[in-house]
């Protein structure tokens, strides 16, 4: 029997994505348009960044080649620990539960293709993003380095074969647990899996302590400071080898040992995938199409969440306690709240450790400098946070959604409960992280109270940035609630968020700069008409963005079709 080749078993999926690149395309240039000035503003804000830092380590002999690679290996770890996390994820839909498997397991396709299609089809839906972002990250190397035209082929050599070995990893991983579970009941795993892949990430990090490196202070001589510069985190990482490659080509000094490495490593974990995979994929498959047990059901919630929601109407009551279920119904969603509790106990721990010198005019000024900042990390953090949980909210509903705007129940009682059930616990977050920080940085009165209702208007206006945009770019066909946030709504929503921050923290830097200013110098605060305009249009600029937001959102749901 003549097998299909690997080019034909992929044939169908590139063909949907030409589809839809000539519907897109159909629509206008519109869209493209908007992605293209989004992701290039992007890729030259990240580039212009680390050219800076990147040329003053130049600058500094020996040092400073050490640090750009350890700030490059860093880098790279970090991409690593995402990549294996998300293929986890990926692999799951691709290998397991994706519409296309019943078509290709009864066709006369070879278990080796069925294997590398799947797994490219991983490796792309998981890492491209991640490739993206590594783009200017090489390009401000090459250019500072002066790395010259052979440094691009060099590093997709070196990038190709880390972003197999995490799609190899993932896939596998994934393989051995649906074996162990049903694959629909896999999901309730993540949570183990994400919890102790960013504990390793974590605790990786925290062996590397990076922070001694910007103390050499604390090193007894310069000898041993660049010694630790010298010494790899760890000669087994992949990341490692890729940052000895390139810092080896940038610096004249090519050693294809790691480059070797990489490679022999890549294709060693793809024979082990595949063979993994031809011993455990078909009891695997059998056991995925078992259905889903589903733990959230009863009269728990509505003894419980129906009882707080009592003073509200009937309809919208019940649309919020759907809300609620569906939401802890799903692993992949509520398993991510373990992974960010994590993270703020981390982001609060290096908050704490800050060498601030508290009491003096210099400190003053630094603390009240890094309280501004982390006012707009923070506000990043939560359209990050409503991106994953806020956007996917409409597109969640699938096809269900021809139920709700054909029956009597009115859709802006749908699009508000929806609203409030990502605004409220967003909120929560967001006071939270940014009193505990301001607490630890023992800011002013004055500051606390700006922050503190800053973040309450950014808030709800990034929910309502979140939902809006989600409505207007639904994915209803998605088979994974993790690749909606990636989608090209996803990216122009971010980028929307990014703009919508960066003018708030404009305004508000205006009238915080008098402030400074006056307590620096010793001279008493007066709150003017200066500091009130601009915090007025801080104030403006998010409630019309929340209210247009939520307006254009309910005008696109009323206008679904299927």
Not at 213 to 236: D, H, K, Q
Not at 261 to 279: E, K, M, P
Not at 390 to 418: I, Q, T, Y
């Amino acid at each position: 029997m003549i097998q299909p080749s690997l080019w034909r078993v992929l044939e169908p999926k590139w063909r949907t994505a030409l589809q839809r690149l000539r519907e897109e395309r159909s629509r206008g240039p519109g869209r493209l348009l908007i992605l293209v000035l989004a992701a290039s503003g992007f890729w030259l804000g990240v580039f212009g960044i680390l050219y800076r830092i990147l040329k003053y380590f130049r600058g500094v002999e020996d040092v400073g080649p050490l640090l750009a690679g350890k700030i490059l290996g860093v880098v790279l770890l970090a991409f690593v620990g995402i990549l294996v996390l998300s293929n986890v994820i990926t692999a799951l839909s691709s290998f397991f539960l994706s519409k296309d498997l019943d078509l290709l397991l009864s066709a006369p396709v070879d278990w080796l293709r069925l294997y590398c299609a799947k797994l490219g089809e991983t490796l792309l839906h998981s890492s491209w993003m991640v490739a993206l972002m590594a783009v200017p990250i090489f390009v401000a190397y090459g250019v500072v380095f002066r790395g010259g035209p052979l440094f691009v082929p060099y590093a997709v050599l070196t990038v190709a074969p880390l972003l197999v070995l995490p799609a190899v990893a993932g896939s596998a991983l994934t393989l051995v647990l649906v074996n162990i579970f049903p694959a629909r009941r896999t999901r309730d795993l993540l949570s183990i899996v994400a919890l102790g892949a960013v504990g390793v990430l974590i605790l990786l990090f925290r062996l590397i302590r990076p922070e001694r490196l910007a103390s050499p202070e604390g090193f007894r001589n310069l000898v041993e400071f660049i010694a630790v510069l010298r010494t790899p985190t760890s000669p087994y990482l992949p990341s490692e080898w890729a940052a000895q490659a390139v810092m080896g080509f940038l610096r004249g000094k090519i050693d294809l040992l790691p480059l070797a490495l990489l490679w022999s490593t890549a294709g060693s974990f793809v024979v082990l995938g595949a063979t993994l995979h031809r011993q455990l994929f078909a009891p695997g498959f059998t056991k995925a199409q078992e259905a889903a047990e589903r733990f959230v059901r009863g009269t728990l919630w509505r003894r419980t969440v129906g009882v707080m929601l009592a003073f509200l109407p009937v309809a919208k009551r019940e649309f919020v306690i759907k809300d609620v279920k569906l939401f802890f119904r799903d692993t992949t969603q509520w398993s991510q709240l373990i992974l960010l509790a994590v993270l703020v106990v981390v982001y609060l721990f290096n908050i704490k450790t800050l060498p601030l010198h508290r009491g003096e005019s210099v400190g003053f000024f630094y603390i009240t400098l890094v309280s501004f900042l982390n006012l707009g990390l923070a506000g990043f953090v939560l359209a990050a946070i409503a991106a994953r949980f806020v956007f996917p909210a409409v597109s969640l509903e699938g096809r269900h959604m021809w139920l709700l705007r054909s029956s009597p129940l009115d859709l802006r009682a749908l699009l508000w409960s929806k609203y409030w059930v990502g605004t409220i616990p967003l909120l929560a977050l967001a006071l939270l992280l940014t009193g505990l920080t301001n607490v630890l940085l023992q800011v002013q009165p004055f500051m606390m109270a700006m922050c503190l209702v800053t973040i309450v208007g950014l808030t709800f206006a990034i929910a309502a940035l979140a939902l809006g945009f989600g409505a207007l770019f639904p994915q209803f066909e998605t088979e994974n609630a993790a690749q909606i946030p990636t989608s090209f709504g996803g990216l122009v929503y971010m980028m929307a968020a990014i703009a919508v921050l960066a003018a708030v923290i404009f305004c508000l830097w205006q009238g915080v700069f008098q402030y400074v200013r006056a307590v620096y110098l010793g001279r008493p605060v007066v709150i003017d008409a200066w500091m009130i305009w601009w915090f007025a249009a801080a104030a403006g600029l998010c409630a019309g963005v929340t209210a247009a937001a939520l307006r254009a959102g309910l005008r696109r749901m009323e206008r679904f079709e299927f």
